[in-house]
């Protein structure tokens, strides 16, 4: 069964870090797509970042430059490191298998983690 | 970047009803288009890809077209578990991007 369950949210201070984590189980993280794709309070869907199964990494304008995707092979983990973190980027944050390269769009999504940034 | 307008952001319905949802695209994106939906607290929930395919599992009352700009999914007999956000999504080229959002609300 395909399962993806994240950790790592929570408060933080404006311009803090946070690294989020997504586990994997059912499926090989590293021959997937993986996306991250937040949604703040009340509002809708935002993709943030995807990560090849070949390791090219793409991110959304927002988070360019602060925030860095990447993957653990040995645990079947998926990270999101967040750094400069900013009142808007308050939200849930879901990782989501991405199965873009089989021309088909996110099949599964973890739980979510909420991370709020506020002094 | 591939724009989406999703209409209408709130429509009210009864158990029964018949009811349709549009997502309008940017620019062309052949049939890469998904549909998911949402429950409160919950992550989306894929419903429909490939613009008209079912996911697996999920009840034949919904469907989906459309092709190139303009898609459409449809609820054909709408059920109390149906009331929720639908949300479009492209998966023609990054950034991935998503409709605003259609929130089922009962009348």
């Known amino acids: 069964e395909v399962q993806l369950v994240e950790s790592g949210g929570g408060l933080v201070q404006p311009g803090g870090s946070l690294r989020l984590s997504c586990a994997a189980s059912g499926f090989t993280v590293s021959s997937n797509y993986m996306s991250w794709v937040r949604q703040a309070p009340g509002k809708g869907l935002e993709w943030v970042s995807v990560?090849?199964?070949?390791?090219?990494?793409y991110y959304a304008d927002s988070v360019k430059g602060r925030f860095t995707i990447s993957r653990d092979n040995s645990k079947n983990t998926l990270y999101l490191q967040m750094n400069s973190l900013r009142a808007e980027d308050t939200a849930v944050y879901y990782c989501?298998?991405?199965?873009?390269?089989?021309?088909?769009?996110?099949?599964?999504w973890g739980q979510g983690t909420l991370v709020t940034v506020s002094s | 970047v591939i724009w989406m307008t999703q209409s209408p952001s709130l429509l009210s319905a009864s158990t029964g009803d018949r009811v349709t949802i549009s997502c309008r695209m940017s620019q062309g994106i052949s049939s890469y288009l998904a549909w998911y939906q949402q429950k409160p607290g919950k992550a989306p929930e894929l419903l429909i890809y490939a613009a008209s395919t079912l996911q697996s599992g999920v009840p034949s009352r919904f469907s989906g077209s459309g092709s190139g700009t303009d898609f459409t999914l449809t609820i054909s007999c709408l059920q109390s578990e149906d009331f929720a956000t639908y949300y479009c999504q492209q998966y023609y080229s990054f950034p991935r991007t998503f409709g605003q959002g259609t929130k089922v609300e009962i009348k």
């Open positions: 990560i090849y199964s070949g390791g090219s990494t």
């Open positions: 989501a298998r991405d199965r873009g390269k089989y021309q088909l769009p996110f099949d599964y």
